[in-house]
């Protein structure tokens, strides 16, 4: 990894409470399902008065292929209740190893390389789930080589 990129660093997660749409869907309509499904929770949570907690993130269930089981949505404050379309979930408390991606969305492999030898190197598992945290808004960075991507993956 260089500078941009920093070394994947190992951190322990608290649960955290989240309003979410989960659906296995094709690789190739990740992006599409990213918008519906950020403002989807949106809606749901503002309609209920519930408070985003953090930015908009995606959990992964097992690794993706030509389809990926995914959650995408919101950590919030208590009170979420789920509604049509929108579950009430939760990121897990965790041991995990997390890095800063830098740069687009298709180039996220390199850091989840990264994280990988990382674990590999002190003898660590991978779980089957992971989340990526979007700390970049597209529509405000247009940039891709800027955008921030935390990438948080646990140790089975």
Excluded: C
């Excluded at 409470?17 to 918008?35: K, N």
């Excluded at 292929?65 to 939760?90: L, Q």
């Amino acid at each position: 990894m260089n500078a941009t990129n920093p070394e994947p660093r190992i951190v322990h997660t608290v649960e955290q409470p989240t309003a979410v749409v989960h659906e296995r869907i094709p690789m190739a309509e990740l992006s599409e399902f990213f918008g519906r499904a950020f403002g989807t929770v949106m809606a749901a949570a503002q309609a209920q008065g519930v408070q985003l907690a953090g930015p908009p993130f995606a959990l992964y269930r097992g690794m993706p292929t030509e389809t990926v089981d995914v959650e995408a949505g919101f950590p919030v404050n208590a009170g979420f209740s789920g509604t049509e379309g929108v579950a009430k979930g939760s990121l897990p408390e965790a041991e995990a190893f997390e890095a800063i991606h830098l740069g687009p969305y298709d180039t996220l492999g390199t850091t989840y390389g990264a994280i990988q030898e990382r674990m590999r190197a002190e003898g660590r598992t991978p779980s089957d789930t992971m989340w990526e945290y979007y700390l970049s808004d597209p529509e405000m960075e247009p940039d891709p080589a800027k955008w921030q991507t935390r990438v948080v993956w646990p140790v089975a």
